[in-house]
């Protein structure tokens, strides 16, 4: 079964400091990979998308790791802020039936 | 939100009673997608369209219908509402089937 997982549930960090999220999947074979911003209340809000050929993908403090041989894939966020209080979900597209599946998501927690 | 909304944004509703949760969207996307949100579950697809009245079901379709007679408005109707259909409904739209903009939600709760 085509499954998505994140780790770790939940992260409670200090503002300024960076931190780093993960996604393990087992979809293949796949089309892209995304990482979506979910601020409490709201609905998902795209922060990248990379295509199975692509290693790295930047969106300003964000950036998106990908390693297709061992199916990984991690968001690191540098010099956090308050804003970035939020879930945090990964997202696998199935190549064959273009069907998203996604994981449960990271919480994460800036404080000042 | 992309020139995406979803009404109502709240609804209380009885157990056995016809739901209908409305998705409008302003930006000629050829693609809709209805999806569930729970505790300890991804977002889960229900049913998508991919133009007017083209639909298909999604993983979790059971107890939910859907219709879209204009580009614009993607409907979804819980014919008979339970408890296990209590959850965070998004609707998404997208143009090339590629990336997915998410409404902000509808919140139903069933009683």
């Known amino acids: 079964k085509n499954q998505v997982e994140q780790s770790p549930q939940s992260l409670i960090i200090l503002e300024g400091k960076n931190c780093t999220l993960q996604c393990n999947y087992t979809v293949s074979p796949f089309s892209n990979l995304r990482w979506y911003k979910q601020d409490t209340g709201r609905g998902p809000v795209s922060l990248t998308i990379?295509?199975?050929?692509?290693n790295t993908k930047s969106n300003g403090r964000y950036t998106a790791t990908l390693d297709a041989d061992t199916k990984q894939s991690s968001l690191h966020i540098t010099a956090s802020q308050l804003s970035d209080s939020a879930s945090y979900i990964c997202v696998v597209s199935d190549y064959n039936t273009d069907k998203l599946i996604f994981g449960t998501g990271t919480r994460l927690q800036v404080f000042p | 939100d992309a020139g995406i909304t979803q009404s109502p944004r709240h609804k209380v509703t009885e157990t056995g009673t016809p739901v209908t949760l409305r998705c409008h969207q302003t930006e000629n996307h050829r693609y809709m997608y209805w999806y569930r949100q729970d505790p300890g579950h991804g977002l889960r697809l229900i049913h998508y369209s991919y133009g007017v009245k083209d639909t298909d079901k999604g993983e979790v379709s059971d107890g939910y219908s859907v219709s879209r007679s204009k580009t614009e408005d993607f409907l979804l109707t819980l014919e008979s509402a339970t408890s296990s259909q209590t959850s965070v409904y998004f609707c998404a739209i997208s143009d090339q089937g590629t990336e997915q903009y998410f409404g902000p939600g509808t919140r139903l709760t069933v009683t």
């Open positions: 990379m295509t199975f050929s692509e």
